[in-house]
Nanobody, 123 residues
Framework: QVQVVESGGGLVQAGGSLRLSCAAS??????MGWFRQAPGKERDFVAQITWSRGNTYYADSVKGRFTISRDNGKNTVYLQMNSLKAEDTAVYYCAATTGIYYSTATSSSYDYWGQGTQVTVSS
């Protein structure tokens, strides 16, 4: 059974940091991604990473502030979020795919999704 489970969301003040975790199991994935969805808005791409080489790709809005990484031994992907802004407030979703993508940013490329974790940044 495939499982993608996020954790680590919460409430933080602007300028603060949070780290999200995503544990994936049940099959071999090649690329993991993070997306986010704010109220009344579409789900947007945040970052992605390939399992084998650790190639990363970021949305312009988070570049330089967020870092995606992976721990192959734990089958876990992390999203370190620094210098958080109020506009980062959203439900963050982890996604997994068997495809290998280096610069894709579309949700349709991903096959499995987590349930989401809320991140709220107070200004």
């Amino acid at each position: 059974q495939v499982q993608v489970v996020e954790s680590g969301g919460g409430l933080v003040q602007a300028g603060g940091s949070l780290r999200l975790s995503c544990a994936a199991s049940g099959r071999t994935f090649n690329t993991m991604g993070w997306f986010r969805q704010a109220p009344g808005k579409e789900r947007d791409f945040v970052a992605q990473i390939t399992w084998s080489r650790g190639n990363t790709y970021y949305a312009d809005s988070v570049k330089g502030r967020f870092t995606i990484s992976r721990d192959n031994g734990k089958n876990t992907v992390y999203l370190q979020m620094n210098s958080l802004k109020a506009e980062d407030t959203a439900v963050y979703y982890c996604a997994a795919t068997t495809g290998i993508y280096y610069s894709t940013a579309t949700s349709s490329s991903y096959d499995y999704w987590g349930q989401g974790t809320q991140v709220t940044v107070s200004s």
